[in-house]
């Protein structure tokens, strides 16, 4: 069963920057759809962004719109999310989840039930 591993959560001042890791445990093929989700306390798991990992299509809430990127690296099975101008309202648990059924992500890049392997997330505060 393909493994994630998170990894770059911390604590950081609001306006900061964080990187997010994620390792997978097997070649990311050119078919698959990688998310990052988050969840904070007392709230639902939500969809952060998104990568199709055969043209690199990107994919993002419009509350991280221009402060969040997602990249990936082939070579490494890893998958990156940037943080920018983090705020409060970032503070979260941070999950990376794979698409295992080799679709691109779509519209329903942000549909838990779609993907069948998470990570165990990492955390992210953001406080001053």
């Known amino acids: 069963q393909m493994q994630l591993e998170e990894s770059g959560g911390g604590s950081v001042q609001p306006g900061g920057s964080l990187r997010l890791s994620c390792l997978v445990s097997?070649?990311?093929?050119?078919?698959?759809?990688l998310s990052w989700f988050r969840q904070a306390p007392g709230k639902e798991r939500e969809g952060v962004a998104a990568i199709s990992s055969r043209y690199g299509a990107t994919y993002r809430s419009g509350s991280v719109e221009g402060r969040f990127t997602v990249s990936q690296d082939k070579e490494r099975n890893t998958v990156y999310l940037q943080m920018n101008s983090l705020n409060t309202e970032d503070s979260a648990m941070y999950y990376c989840?794979?698409?295992?059924?080799?679709?691109?992500?779509?519209?329903?890049?942000?549909?838990?039930?779609?993907?069948?392997?998470w990570g165990q997330g990492t955390q992210v505060t953001v406080s001053s």
């Open positions: 097997e070649y990311i093929s050119e078919r698959y759809c």
């Open positions: 989840a794979v698409d295992t059924l080799r679709r691109p992500c779509g519209t329903s890049w942000g549909t838990i039930g779609r993907f069948g392997s």
